[in-house]
């Protein structure tokens, strides 16, 4: 497995590498200094992951985030020195799947970096039904995918899996805690941001309105509860 560390710093990178050797030694760790070495590593060697920091020499890593989202689905982990939950939110809306604050303990982002991979790579847990549907909307179990009006809608697979839970949960109050626990880790369950920013994707990919809402409702200060359909 491959991993990209965009960072002009050559003592972070090196300190990832080492970190890496003794803790999960199948990973190769490649550098880039800048945002523009990132893109063009990011095309040439297909990382699984690239952990992202937000201030290069060049372009801001916010930027190379949204070009890289331009034609990439790679897990990206954002790094910053700063702990801004307004950054943390900018991240996530532009198609970060997490963010670790520098300095960081090691263990803690070889743990983030596998709890991204396992979003990735592992599907929501299948369901006897065959699909669920609710107005123009339909939720293919098997396939893990969703229609809109008999169209594929784009998820991502994080967006994919709380979208799941939501539906087999239909009229009920899915408080952020649970959510986050199934969707993203037990170990996420205090990051609330990141519900809400995954939330407000589904909203603006499936068109329902927050204020007059068809499909995700919000319930102050709980959660979310999917509207069960009549």
């Known amino acids: 497995m491959r991993i990209l560390v965009v960072d002009d710093e050559p003592d972070v990178v090196e300190s990832i590498r080492l ?3 003794l803790q999960w030694r199948e990973v190769e760790v490649l550098g880039a200094a800048t945002g523009e070495a990132a893109l063009d590593a990011v ?7 690239v952990l992202l920091d937000v201030g290069l020499p060049d372009v ?7 070009r890289i989202r331009a034609f990439s689905d790679v897990p990206v982990v954002m790094l910053t020195a700063r702990d801004d939950a307004m950054d943390k939110v900018k991240g996530l809306e532009l198609g970060a799947d997490d963010y670790v604050t520098k300095p960081f303990n090691h ?3 070889m743990a983030r970096v596998r709890a991204v991979l396992r979003r990735h790579d592992m599907p929501a847990p299948a369901s006897r039904a065959p699909s669920f549907r609710s107005g123009d909307l339909e939720v293919d179990f098997a396939r893990q995918e969703a229609r809109l009006r008999g169209e594929r809608v784009d998820l991502t697979p994080t967006e994919y899996k709380l979208l799941y839970h939501l539906v087999r949960n239909a009229g009920h109050v899915l408080q952020h805690g649970t959510l986050l626990a199934k969707v993203w880790g ?3 369950v205090d990051e609330v941001d990141y519900v809400r920013v995954y939330i407000r994707r589904l909203r603006e990919k499936l068109g329902d309105d927050p204020e007059h809402p068809r499909y995700i409702q919000t319930e102050r200060r709980l959660g979310y509860r999917f509207i ?3």
Not at 43 to 49: A, F, K, L, V
Request: aromatic content about 12%; overall charge negative; proline content about 8%.
């Open 19 to 21: 970190g890496f050797d």
């Open 43 to 49: 095309e040439r060697e297909s990382p699984d992951i």
């Open 186 to 188: 037990r170990e996420y």
């Open 107 to 109: 263990l803690e982002l």
């Open 60 to 66: 801001d890593g916010f930027a190379v985030l949204t």
């Open 228 to 230: 069960a359909p009549r």
